[in-house]
C-alpha cells in the first residue's frame, strides 16, 4: 500500500483490521499490478469492476460503487420492448412534435409587441419525451383504480403542460392565448399563470414547483404522506406513486437535496425523481468544469437512493458494442460537462473534431459516419426506449426511491441558436427563420406564409379523428384520466363536538398554565375525539418536549414507516419514546423545510387524496416564517389548509434566549402571506373560540361565504399565566374579528384611556389599568386584540368600498365601530413590533400610541427584556399619561414625574406581574 492510503476512509477501515493472511493480500495485489502492466488501465479497470458485480451478487460487498461510468445504467440488452406498435410509436412521436410546436408558439405569441409577457422555451424542449413517455405509459389519473399518481411538473416547463391540454382538448386557442395574461386576458381564454399553481386553476394545476427546490421537498414528503394515510388506515395509497421533475441547476439549491435521507431511510419506492440534466442553469453550464450528474449519482447513491443513469440514445449503443478497448466510454467519462454543451450547440463536424477526434481509437470508430449521422446521435434523455426503459426499471425497484438521471440537451430540436446556447433559458420567442426551421425538424404541415410574422405563427391541431390524437387519448383513458389535474374538497367533514372546547373555557383557576400549553391540551383532546381526532397531523420539528407534546409519544405514536425495531432507552417509563407505523404524530427531525413540506403534503390532503386531513404544526416561532417563509408561499399557492403556530412566541419571553430565537416581527411576515389569517390570542378560551372557527371556516360547509382555503397562523406563549374562565357574555364575534373588551372603567372618576393588548401583553396592560388607577387616578378599559391584522384586513375592505361606492353612506371599519363609543387616548402594546400595532392606526378613532418590541431581541429576565423594550406595564402607564397629556387633560410634567417615579431607564426595576 501506498503512503497516501489512508487518506481514504476505505483504506482508513483496512488499516485498522489485522490483515489475517497478508501474503495473500499481497498475491491479489501482484496479480492486479500485472494485470494493468499487461492489459492497460482500461482493461484492469473493467476486470475490477466485473469482479465487483460478482462480489456483490454473492453478497460480499453490500454497497453500490458511488460513481460509475458516464453510460447509461440499463444495458442495451436489457432494455425492455416499447409498447405498442412501430406505427404507434410514430403517433407518440407525431403528438410530441405538435406538443413542442405548441408549447413554442405560445410564448412566442405572448412576446407580441405591446404584450410582451415572456415565458420558457428551451426548458421544455429539452423535457418533452421525459414528459410524454410518463403520459403515454406511466402516469396514472385520478380516476385510474389505485387513486392515481402525483406529479410534480418542473414549472418553468409549463408551456409543455398547456401545449398537452390543448391537443387534450381541455384548453383552447384562446386560452393558450392568455398565457401569462391572468387578469387581462384580452383573448377571451380563461388566463393561464406562466406556473404551475392552482389559484387559477383549481381543476388543473395541483403543486406549484416553480420557487426552485421546493417541488423537491414537497414531493419527498407527498411520497411519505401518502404512507402515512396507508399504514394508518386512512386510505390504500399501495398504488399511487410520486414523480417529480427537476432541472439539474435546480439541484444546487439546499432544499432538493436536504431531505434525501428521509426518502432513503423510510424506503419510499413511491417516489421517482427525473432530473433533466441539459447540463445548464439560467446563466450557463451547471458543472462546466465536472460532471453534474455524476456528481448526482455519488450523492444520490450516498444518501441511498437508486440511481438509474440514462445519458445516450440508442444510436449510442452500437458505438459502444464496438468500444473493445473502452475508449469511447473513458472518453465520455472524462469529457467536461462544458465541452458537452458545446458539443450540441455545434455541429456534426465540430462532434467529430473535438469529441471523437481527441482519442484515435474513437476518431477511428466513426471513420465510415458522415458529419450528419454524427449529429443524429441523440442523448438518452430524448430517446423514448431509453427512457421507457428506465421509468420501468425505477417502478420496479423496491426498497429505496430512484433518480433518473437524463442527459438532454437545453433547447433541444430549436435549431442552432437556442441548443446549447448560454442564452437559451432567456429566449423567449422564435423568429419567422427559427420557427421555419422547427416546422420542418418536427414535420409540421404548415406554409412558409404563415410563418413570416412571428407573433401570429398558427398552432397545429388536427381533426379529433386524427389517429395520433385518438392514440393519445386511448392512452390517457387506460391510465385514469388526464393529468394534471385537482379535484376539490368532497369529502363532508364532521366537526369535533363541543367538549374538546370546554377545558379552554374554565380558565386555570389557581394555576397558571401557558397558552402554548392550553393550545397543545386542546389538541390532544381533539386528537381523542371518535369521529374527528384521526384527521388531526401534529407536525413537529424536534420540539415536542418544549411544548409538553412528549406525552403523545406512546400515546399517539411517532409515524415511521419501519416501525420501531430498537429498545427505546425509556421504554419502562409511562411516556417513552414511542415510533410507530401507525404513528399519527410526523416528527420531522430537526427541519422546519420538511416540516412545511409535510404541512403541504397534509393541509392539501383534502384535494390530492380527498381525504381532509388537519395540519397542527407547531414550531419555536421565530423559525417558521422567518426560516422558510417561501415554503409559506409555496403552501398558499397550493391552497393548502391548516394550522401552523408559532409557539414560544414573543420577543420578551423566552426567558435568556436572545436574539436568534426572541420573535417580535413573525406576524409582520405572516401578515404578507394573502393565505394567513392571524391571531395573537391572550387567553385560552379565545383560543378556543378562534380555532373551533377556523375549523368551521376551512373545513365546514363554506356556507358563511368566507374564503376556505386558508391557513391559520396563531402565536402562542411558553409563560404561564393566570387563564381567566370565560365570562358569561363573551364576545364571541369581537374574538374572531379580531378585538374585544376584557375590563371596563370603574366608574371612579378621572380622565379615561383605553390599553389595547395582545398576547402576553394582556397582563401587562391588565396591571398598567389597576396602576392608573392606584398611582394617577385615571380610569382605563382595557380591549385584548386577538388579531390585529384581521382588524386590518377589515379596515381595508371598508375603505375599498367607500371609494368606489362615493355616493353612499361610508362604511365604518369593524375595530371604529367598537371604539368608537370610548373616550380618550388608546394605548396599544404587544411582545411585537411596533409596526403590529400600527398596522390598524388609520380605524383608531382618536390619539393611539404604540409600544412595541422593536430591534433585536435580548438574554435577560423578562421584566429585564420589557423594561430594555420599554413594553411594561410601567411603560404602558407612561405612555397612557402622555397620550392623555397630548391631549390636554393632564398636565405634561405628570408624565416625567411618572417617569421618574418607576425609574423607566432602569432595566432592574422592571418587575414580574404581582399575583393577583
Ligand atoms: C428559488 C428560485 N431561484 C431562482 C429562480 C429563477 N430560475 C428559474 S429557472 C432557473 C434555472 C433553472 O435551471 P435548471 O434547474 O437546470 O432547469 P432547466 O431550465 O435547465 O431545465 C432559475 C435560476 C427560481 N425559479 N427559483
Ligand atoms: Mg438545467
Known amino acids: 500500500m501506498t503512503e497516501h492510503d489512508d487518506k481514504h476512509l476505505v483504506h482508513g477501515y483496512l488499516r485498522q483490521l489485522p490483515d489475517s493472511d497478508a501474503e495473500e493480500t499481497r498475491e491479489w495485489i501482484d496479480s492486479i499490478d500485472d494485470l494493468i502492466k499487461v492489459s492497460g488501465k482500461e482493461r484492469a479497470r473493467f476486470i475490477i469492476g466485473a469482479i465487483r458485480e460478482h462480489a456483490r451478487k454473492a453478497g460480499a460487498i453490500t454497497k453500490p460503487d458511488l460513481m460509475t461510468q458516464y453510460v447509461n445504467t440499463i444495458p442495451w440488452d436489457e432494455e425492455p420492448e416499447y409498447p405498442g406498435t412501430p406505427e404507434e410509436q410514430d403517433l407518440e412521436r407525431q403528438f410530441r412534435s405538435w406538443t413542442r410546436w405548441n408549447a413554442a408558439v405560445m410564448v412566442t405569441r405572448a412576446q407580441k409587441p405591446g404584450i410582451g409577457v415572456g415565458g420558457h422555451i428551451s426548458s421544455y424542449a429539452a423535457q418533452a419525451t421525459l414528459y410524454e413517455v410518463g403520459q403515454n405509459h406511466f402516469f396514472r389519473g385520478q380516476d385510474a383504480p389505485g387513486g392515481g399518481d402525483q406529479i410534480f411538473f418542473q414549472g418553468h416547463s409549463s408551456p409543455g403542460n398547456y401545449a398537452r391540454a390543448y391537443l387534450e382538448g381541455r384548453l383552447t386557442e384562446a386560452d393558450l392565448d392568455s398565457f401569462r395574461q391572468e387578469a387581462s386576458r384580452t383573448s377571451g381564454g380563461r388566463g393561464l399563470p406562466s406556473y404551475p399553481h392552482p389559484h387559477q386553476m383549481k381543476d388543473f394545476w395541483q403543486f406549484p414547483t416553480v420557487s426552485l427546490g421546493l417541488g423537491a421537498t414537497n414531493s419527498i414528503y407527498q411520497a411519505w404522506f401518502n404512507r402515512y394515510l396507508h399504514e394508518r388506515g386512512i386510505k390504500d395509497t399501495s398504488d399511487q406513486h410520486v414523480w417529480c421533475f427537476l432541472g439539474d441547476g435546480e439541484m444546487d439549491e439546499p432544499e432538493s437535496r436536504g431531505m434525501l435521507q428521509l426518502a432513503a431511510g423510510q424506503k419510499l419506492d413511491n417516489l421517482t425523481w427525473v432530473i433533466n440534466c441539459n447540463l445548464q442553469r439560467l446563466d450557463g453550464p451547471v458543472r462546466g468544469n465536472a460532471n453534474i450528474v455524476q456528481e448526482l449519482e455519488a450523492f444520490f447513491k450516498g444518501a441511498g437512493w437508486n440511481v438509474i443513469k440514462v445519458l445516450w440514445g440508442g444510436g449510442w449503443d452500437k458505438l459502444l458494442r464496438e468500444d473493445k478497448d473502452h475508449a469511447l466510454s473513458d472518453l465520455m467519462?472524462?469529457?467536461?460537462?462544458?465541452?458537452?454543451?458545446?458539443?450540441?450547440?455545434?455541429?456534426?463536424?465540430?462532434?467529430?473534431?473535438?469529441?471523437?477526434?481527441?482519442?484515435?481509437?474513437?476518431?477511428?470508430?466513426?471513420?465510415?459516419?458522415?458529419?450528419?449521422?454524427?449529429?443524429?446521435?441523440?442523448?438518452?434523455?430524448?430517446?423514448?426506449?431509453k427512457i421507457y426503459a428506465a421509468y420501468r426499471a425505477a417502478l420496479a425497484h423496491k426498497g429505496e426511491p430512484t433518480v433518473i438521471l437524463a442527459q438532454t440537451v437545453k433547447g433541444y430540436d430549436l435549431g442552432s441558436n437556442f441548443a446549447g446556447r448560454n442564452s437559451t433559458h432567456q429566449m423567449k420567442k422564435l423568429s419567422s427563420s427559427d420557427l421555419k426551421l422547427l416546422r420542418d425538424t418536427l414535420q409540421i404541415p404548415i406554409d412558409d406564409s404563415q410563418l413570416e410574422d412571428p407573433y401570429s405563427a398558427p398552432y397545429y391541431k388536427p381533426a379529433d379523428d386524427h389517429p395520433a390524437l385518438v392514440h393519445m387519448r386511448e392512452m390517457r383513458q387506460k391510465l385514469g384520466g388526464f393529468i394534471p389535474e385537482r379535484r376539490g374538497q368532497r369529502e363532508v367533514v364532521e366537526l369535533p363536538t363541543?367538549?374538546?372546547?370546554?377545558?379552554?373555557?374554565?380558565?386555570?383557576?389557581?394555576?397558571?398554565?401557558?397558552?402554548?400549553?392550553?393550545?397543545?391540551?386542546?389538541?390532544?383532546?381533539?386528537?381523542?375525539?371518535?369521529?374527528?381526532?384521526?384527521?388531526?397531523?401534529?407536525?413537529?420539528?424536534?420540539?415536542?418536549?418544549?411544548?409538553?407534546?412528549?406525552?403523545?409519544?406512546?400515546?399517539?405514536?411517532?409515524?415511521?414507516?419501519?416501525?420501531?425495531?430498537?429498545?427505546?432507552?425509556?421504554?419502562?417509563?409511562?411516556?417513552?419514546?414511542?415510533?410507530?407505523?401507525?404513528?399519527?404524530?410526523?416528527?420531522?427531525?430537526?427541519?422546519?423545510?420538511?416540516?412545511?413540506?409535510?404541512?403541504?403534503?397534509?393541509?392539501?390532503?383534502?384535494?390530492?387524496?380527498?381525504?381532509?386531513?388537519?395540519?397542527?404544526?407547531?414550531?419555536?416561532?421565530?423559525?417558521?416564517?422567518?426560516?422558510?417563509?417561501?415554503?409559506?408561499?409555496?403552501?398558499?399557492?397550493?391552497?393548502?389548509?391548516?394550522?401552523?403556530?408559532?409557539?414560544?412566541?414573543?420577543?420578551?419571553?423566552?426567558?435568556?434566549?436572545?436574539?436568534?430565537?426572541?420573535?417580535?416581527?413573525?406576524?409582520?411576515?405572516?401578515?404578507?402571506?394573502?393565505?394567513?389569517?392571524?391571531?395573537?390570542?391572550?387567553?385560552?378560551?379565545?383560543?378556543?373560540?378562534?380555532?373551533?372557527?377556523?375549523?368551521?371556516?376551512?373545513?365546514?360547509?363554506?356556507?358563511?361565504?368566507?374564503?376556505?382555503?386558508?391557513?391559520?397562523?396563531?402565536?402562542?406563549?411558553?409563560?404561564?399565566?393566570?387563564?381567566?374562565?370565560?365570562?358569561?357574555?363573551?364576545?364571541?364575534?369581537?374574538?374572531?374579528?379580531?378585538?374585544?373588551?376584557?375590563?371596563?372603567?370603574?366608574?371612579?372618576?378621572?380622565?379615561?384611556?383605553?390599553?389595547?393588548?395582545?398576547?402576553?401583553?394582556?397582563?401587562?396592560?391588565?396591571?398598567?389599568?389597576?396602576?392608573?388607577?392606584?398611582?394617577?387616578?385615571?380610569?382605563?378599559?382595557?380591549?385584548?386584540?386577538?388579531?390585529?391584522?384581521?382588524?386590518?384586513?377589515?379596515?381595508?375592505?371598508?375603505?375599498?368600498?367607500n371609494y368606489l361606492h362615493p355616493e353612499e353612506a361610508p362604511q365604518k371599519a369593524f375595530v371604529t365601530q367598537k371604539l368608537e363609543g370610548e373616550e380618550g387616548p388608546f394605548i396599544a402594546s404587544s411582545d411585537f413590533e411596533h409596526q403590529v400595532q400600527d398596522s390598524i392606526r388609520e380605524w383608531v378613532p382618536g390619539t393611539y400610541e404604540t409600544l412595541g418590541a422593536n430591534g433585536i431581541g435580548i438574554s435577560d429576565t423578562r421584566p429585564a427584556a420589557r423594561r430594555h423594550f420599554r413594553i411594561d406595564d410601567a411603560s404602558i402607564v407612561v405612555r397612557a399619561l402622555y397620550g392623555l397629556a397630548k391631549e390636554g387633560k393632564i398636565d405634561r410634567s405628570v408624565v416625567k414625574q411618572a417617569i421618574d417615579k418607576y425609574d423607566l431607564f432602569n432595566a432592574v426595576a422592571g418587575k414580574a406581574i404581582p399575583e393577583a
Open 333 to 385: 467519462s472524462n469529457t467536461l460537462d462544458g465541452d458537452y454543451q458545446g458539443y450540441r450547440a455545434n455541429d456534426g463536424a465540430y462532434l467529430r473534431n473535438n469529441f471523437f477526434g481527441r482519442d484515435p481509437r474513437t476518431k477511428a470508430m466513426v471513420e465510415d459516419w458522415t458529419d450528419d449521422e454524427l449529429w443524429q446521435l441523440r442523448r438518452g434523455g430524448h430517446d423514448h426506449h
Open 498 to 801: 363541543e367538549k374538546p372546547f370546554k377545558s379552554m373555557e374554565k380558565g386555570s383557576g389557581k394555576l397558571k398554565v401557558a397558552t402554548t400549553m392550553a393550545l397543545v391540551r386542546l389538541l390532544k383532546d381533539l386528537m381523542r375525539d371518535k369521529k374527528f381526532g384521526f384527521r388531526m397531523v401534529p407536525i413537529v420539528p424536534d420540539e415536542a418536549r418544549t411544548f409538553g407534546m412528549d406525552a403523545m409519544f406512546p400515546s399517539s405514536k411517532i409515524f415511521n414507516t419501519l416501525g420501531q425495531h430498537y429498545t427505546a432507552v425509556d421504554h419502562d417509563m409511562l411516556l417513552s419514546y414511542k415510533e410507530s407505523t401507525q404513528g399519527q404524530l410526523l416528527h420531522t427531525g430537526i427541519t422546519e423545510a420538511g416540516s412545511m413540506s409535510a404541512f403541504c403534503a397534509a393541509g392539501t390532503s383534502y384535494s390530492t387524496h380527498n381525504k381532509v386531513m388537519i395540519p397542527f404544526y407547531i414550531f419555536y416561532s421565530m423559525f417558521g416564517f422567518q426560516r422558510t417563509g417561501d415554503q409559506m408561499w409555496q403552501a398558499m399557492d397550493q391552497l393548502t389548509k391548516g394550522f401552523i403556530i408559532g409557539a414560544t412566541a414573543g420577543r420578551t419571553t423566552l426567558q435568556g434566549e436572545g436574539s436568534q430565537h426572541m420573535d417580535g416581527h413573525s406576524p409582520v411576515l405572516a401578515s404578507t402571506n394573502p393565505g394567513m389569517i392571524i391571531y395573537d390570542a391572550a387567553y385560552a378560551y379565545e383560543l378556543a373560540h378562534i380555532f373551533r372557527d377556523g375549523l368551521e371556516r376551512m373545513y365546514g360547509d363554506g356556507s358563511d361565504g368566507r374564503s376556505q382555503e386558508v391557513m391559520y397562523y396563531l402565536t402562542v406563549y411558553n409563560e404561564p399565566i393566570h387563564q381567566p374562565a370565560e365570562p358569561e357574555n363573551a364576545d364571541v364575534e369581537g374574538i374572531i374579528r379580531g378585538i374585544h373588551k376584557i375590563a371596563d372603567v370603574d366608574g371612579q372618576g378621572g380622565p379615561k384611556v383605553n390599553l389595547l393588548a395582545s398576547g402576553v401583553a394582556v397582563p401587562w396592560a391588565m396591571e398598567a389599568k389597576n396602576m392608573l388607577r392606584r398611582d394617577w387616578g385615571v380610569d382605563a378599559t382595557v380591549y385584548s386584540v386577538t388579531s390585529w391584522y384581521e382588524l386590518r384586513k377589515d379596515g381595508l375592505k371598508v375603505n375599498e368600498h
